[in-house]
């Protein structure tokens, strides 16, 4: 007999991979017994930004609970893969409720749903504290990713890119320093 869940992943950034996030969300399902997948997944889509890829998988997750009555749970790795905006938390919390649908999250360990249906209260609660602690936590990486920029940039290192802006060359340490050809022809433009 199948029994199917959905598999919920993403990544904020294209330059994260979601393979060991799936790898590990789908021994984590097999462990609560399912064996069919219905894989929502997508790179680029952030759930702090609550970006049009992260939107669009949402839809769909709401769109398979309700449509797919094979469908016996979502199953996340990390809540945070779910939501990183107490709204929006509050808001899938409120839909899988309402749909008896149940949530298991390995990180932490969340069961939302009792066994006959009805609210965990426990598992509500850990699901609201850490709802609000996942965007603090997106917060405070961004707010640490600005300190480091600027730092950088203070100390005229490269941030990234192909290649230094022109007139400008990078050395082994990523200091940028003047570029020997361009940088007397921008001096030229800007004189």
């Known amino acids: 007999m199948k029994n199917r869940c959905i598999v919920f992943l993403r990544c904020s950034t294209d330059h994260q991979e979601l393979e060991s996030q799936k790898k590990e969300t789908i021994a984590y399902a097999k462990s609560l017994g399912f064996n069919d997948f219905v894989i929502i997944g997508k790179v680029g889509a952030s759930a702090y930004k609550v970006n049009h890829l ?45 749909n008896r649908m149940q949530l298991y999250v390995k990180e932490p360990h969340v069961k939302l749903l009792k066994d ?16 609000t602690m996942s965007k603090q936590q997106a917060a405070e990486l961004q707010a640490k990713a ?16 192909a290649r230094p802006p022109f007139g400008y060359a990078m050395d082994e340490n990523k200091n940028i320093l003047p570029h020997p050809t361009e940088a007397p022809i921008l001096n030229e433009l800007f004189d």
Not at 75 to 86: F, K, P, S, Y
Not at 91 to 98: H, Q
Not at 116 to 131: H, R
């Open 116 to 131: 006959d249906g009805t609210v965990d209260d426990g598992a509500e609660l850990v699901f609201n504290i850490f709802s």
């Open 54 to 98: 992260y939107l669009e998988m949402i839809e769909e997750m709401k769109r398979l609970v309700e449509t797919d009555k094979t469908v016996k749970a979502v199953v996340c790795w990390h809540l945070n893969r779910l939501a990183r905006n107490e709204v929006k938390a509050m808001e899938i919390k409120e839909f899988l409720i309402n």
């Open 146 to 161: 600005r300190r480091g920029k600027a730092e950088k940039r203070a100390l005229h290192k490269f941030q990234g890119g």
